[in-house]
């Protein structure tokens, strides 16, 4: 069976079990979960003074980040934090399954030329997370190389990881706790629900600086202003606009990125905008999986779209609209443009 054909096999596998286990060197999936009842606690102890808050406090102490439910969903209600989806099982769930989506798309879990490094053993950061599925993936792929974790919400693992993994609270738009020039590569990715303008700028800035010279940073976004939209999926998709838009944040901040965010910096002497056309609901099992990761992302944001249109309120009726919005897209051909920068900082100030 080709890998295309088994995709489904296996983010259904991991669907059901996604938890690292170390048996000797191989790792195996079983579901993490975040309800307060598990026996896999979110808890974190954190080995950083600096936490998401910009508080501080003495080291390996434990963070209870707050959180409050709108819509049956469990999101965070961290001040200062813009990001939209919720953090409850059910979400952790649908992240996991999106990375064996995203992996197999994009041919692979990094485009910029840095195999041998990781191979030798170089330091990893993974900006924003998550549940950390890209960073346990990569260290069971180069267990010479170790990976740290950081997002403001901490639903990655706090005990049972390999042990090249290491994860903390900390928000990248304010302060990483990290010294300057640390990491040789830097992997950020789906950040265009949680970032601000404002974060953005202070995000690039704070990422090159842990950056070291001669370092890679890659930042993978999508771009939700779709190719060939029909009238109902943009209906939607202009709920989430206009909730961008009150936020400040901005819906086009993958075409942005480049010449606003990052070549401003004058850090950087390459500067690669990959651009990937990711099918919703056509061109075979690929468009209809990731039809089903972008179909629970819009059900996961509902409690934001019956803000922004009162005919989604009903969550039933919202979900049957959804329906609707995959045949048009096969009908229409819509596309998610996806854009993935991978940018060398100057080995030095003169270059």
């Known amino acids: 069976m080709g890998f295309i054909t088994s995709i489904r096999v296996w983010v259904s596998k991991n669907k059901q079990e996604y938890q690292l286990k170390k048996s000797n060197t191989s790792l195996k999936k079983v579901k993490f979960s975040t309800d307060s009842s598990s026996s896999v606690t979110n808890d974190v102890v954190s080995p950083s003074a600096s936490t998401v808050s910009g ?35 059910d979400e952790v769930d649908r992240l996991h399954d999106q990375h064996w989506i995203v992996r197999h798309i994009m041919g692979g ?26 960073s346990l993936d990569m260290a069971e792929m180069y267990p010479n190389s170790t990976f740290h ?15 090249n993994c290491h994860f903390q609270p900390a928000n990248v738009a304010e302060k990483l706790p990290f010294p300057d020039n640390h990491f040789d590569f830097i992997y950020q990715r789906l950040l265009i629900f949680g970032l601000t303008r404002t974060d953005w700028k202070n995000a ?13 940073l890659e930042i993978l976004e999508c771009d939700i202003e779709f190719e060939n939209e029909g009238p109902k999926q943009h209906r939607v998709m202009d709920a989430i606009h206009q909730s961008f838009h009150k936020k400040d944040m901005s819906p086009g901040i993958a075409r942005e990125l480049g010449a606003d965010y990052l070549k401003p910096t004058d850090q950087l002497e390459v500067i690669n905008d990959k651009i990937i056309s990711f099918p919703l609901n056509h ?50 051909k819509t596309n998610m443009l996806w854009h993935c920068y991978s940018v060398q900082k100057k080995k030095s100030a003169s270059d």
């Open 55 to 89: 508080k501080t406090g003495g080291s390996q102490t434990t963070y209870k980040p707050p959180h409050k439910f709108e819509a049956g969903r469990r999101f965070h209600d961290i001040e200062n934090i813009s990001y939209f989806f919720p953090n409850d099982d």
């Open 109 to 134: 879990n990094y485009q910029s030329p840095i195999e041998k490094d990781l191979e030798n053993g170089i330091i990893v950061l993974d900006s924003g997370c998550g549940p950390a599925t890209w």
């Open 149 to 163: 974790g950081v997002d403001a919400y901490p639903v990655y693992p706090s005990e049972v990881k390999p042990p």
């Open 204 to 216: 690039i800035k704070e990422l090159l600086r842990v950056l070291k010279p001669g370092g890679w």
């Open 283 to 332: 061109g075979g099992k690929l468009g209809k999986l990731f039809w089903d990761d972008f179909c629970n992302a819009c059900i996961a944001l509902h409690a934001w779209v019956q803000k922004e249109d009162s005919g989604f309120e009903e969550l039933d009726e919202y979900k049957n609209f959804m329906v609707e919005c995959a045949k048009e897209c096969t009908e229409h």
